[in-house]
């Protein structure tokens, strides 16, 4: 088992820069993908940013340029930099872990954008 643990999330102006992020404990594979995924009210769960254990990443499109996802595979941490936020970012913010076939979930942490 993997256990998944977020920090950060809050309210933020538009605008404004908010930081995510998670660190992994438990049955830790080295290879392994880790991202964020997000869920706004009425809407499907969506991927934001993965990021693999050798360091490629993905973005969805209404991201790139704003977030930046990273990772210290010492600590078995990602996180997530949001900057020039935007009420459409507003969602309950989720790590993911995927690892050995297997899918692994943290709790979720709100971010909410908003004046």
């Known amino acids: 088992q993997v256990q998944l643990v977020e920090s950060g999330g809050g309210l933020v102006q538009p605008g404004g820069s908010l930081g995510l992020s998670c660190a992994a404990s438990?049955?830790?594979?080295?290879?392994?993908?880790m991202g964020w995924y997000r869920q706004a009210p009425g809407k499907q769960r969506e991927l934001v940013a993965r990021?693999?254990?050798?360091?490629?990443?993905n973005y969805v499109d209404s991201v790139k340029g704003r977030f930046t996802i990273s990772r210290d595979n010492a600590k078995n941490t990602v996180s997530l930099q949001m900057n020039c936020l935007k009420p459409e970012d507003t969602a309950v913010y989720y790590c993911?872990?995927?690892?050995?076939?297997?899918?692994?979930w943290g709790q979720g942490t709100q971010v909410t954008v908003s004046s």
């Open positions: 993911n872990r995927v690892q050995s076939g297997m899918t692994y």
């Open positions: 438990g049955e830790i594979f080295s290879i392994n993908v």
């Open positions: 990021i693999t254990s050798g360091g490629s990443t």
